[in-house]
């Protein structure tokens, strides 16, 4: 098990993400899924930097993102992003991953922290959405 890029448009290169995805996965589940997700992803990306007024995230670009092999849906980041969103899932549970990742790199760029010492920002940097 790999990732990789191959079949992927523009080399799975937009500003902002490089796709890649494991070479175990069927076509279905790996390029084609990841090649539906690149035409959106921009778009995405521009309403939630919108939501946050522009800021800049904490993380450089483009961020990595790996689509994996897994029974169910689920996401995180470190970065990389890995988005498992199980066999068979659509483009919209995969979009619905990648965004709450990316929300979540936006609200911890808040600079509020995820449960602030103080107990000042009740976990206000997002995890759980994903």
């Known amino acids: 098990m790999a990732l ?18 494991d070479d175990s996965l069927s076509q279905a589940d790996g390029r084609d899924r990841a090649n539906a997700l690149i035409p959106v992803c921009e778009g995405d990306f521009t309403i939630m930097s919108n939501w946050f007024g522009n800021i800049a995230l904490t993380v450089g670009t483009p961020i990595t993102v790996n689509i994996s092999p897994g029974g169910y849906a689920s996401a995180g980041w470190g970065p990389p992003i890995r988005l498992t969103p199980g066999n068979g899932s659509d483009l919209t549970v995969v979009r619905y991953l990648l965004v709450s990742e990316v929300t979540e790199m936006f609200m911890l760029a808040q600079n509020a922290g995820w449960f602030a010492p103080d107990g000042s920002n009740e976990g206000s940097a997002g995890e759980g959405l994903s």
């Open 4 to 21: 990789i890029t191959t079949g992927l448009t523009n080399g799975g290169l937009t500003t902002h993400y490089q796709f890649q995805y």
